[in-house]
């Protein structure tokens, strides 16, 4: 009310009032959420561009941490797992990259759970999608094959 938050706390399920003008309401979503880490272009230790998208399942597991302590959870958490999934895969080969897809998503797992508990977010799994390689990258691997 008026800025503040009530002395009840958060408000569950059912009928409650608000008086217009005076009183402001904003509807958390306790749902398991999803989200596509959009393709990142990412430069490997072996200096080679790759292209990775991931997917992130999260849920709110604190309401009023997500409201209070951060201005926009969602977004927050899309923009930290875009960084934090550049951030892991700029330290790792790309034979790393391309074998150790689990190993990745829990190490990504983990930071991102690390980051967003203080916003009241629980990171549920990170997937690693699609790792892409450019077209030369592939024939150079392909010839390499054959030979």
């Not at 892991?88 to 998503?105: C, K, M, P, Q, V």
Request: aromatic content about 6%.
């Amino acid at each position: 009310r008026l800025g503040r938050i009530r002395s009840g706390g958060a408000k569950g399920p059912g009928l409650f009032f608000i008086l217009p003008c005076i009183d402001t309401y904003r509807c958390v979503d306790l749902r398991t959420g999803a989200f596509d880490v959009p393709p990142q272009e990412i430069l490997t230790k072996d200096s080679v561009t790759v292209s990775v998208d991931a997917v992130v399942y999260y849920q709110v597991s604190n309401p009023l941490s997500a409201i209070c302590n951060n201005d926009d959870y969602n977004r927050s958490t899309r923009l930290l797992a875009a960084t934090t999934l550049r951030n892991i895969l700029g330290t790792r080969n790309l034979s790393e990259i391309l074998s150790d897809r689990e190993a990745i998503g829990e190490q990504m797992h983990h930071n991102l759970e690390i980051a967003t508990d203080p916003w009241g977010v629980h990171v549920d799994r990170v997937e690693i999608k699609d790792v892409r390689l450019p077209q030369q990258m592939q024939r150079s691997m392909a010839a390499e094959a054959e030979a």
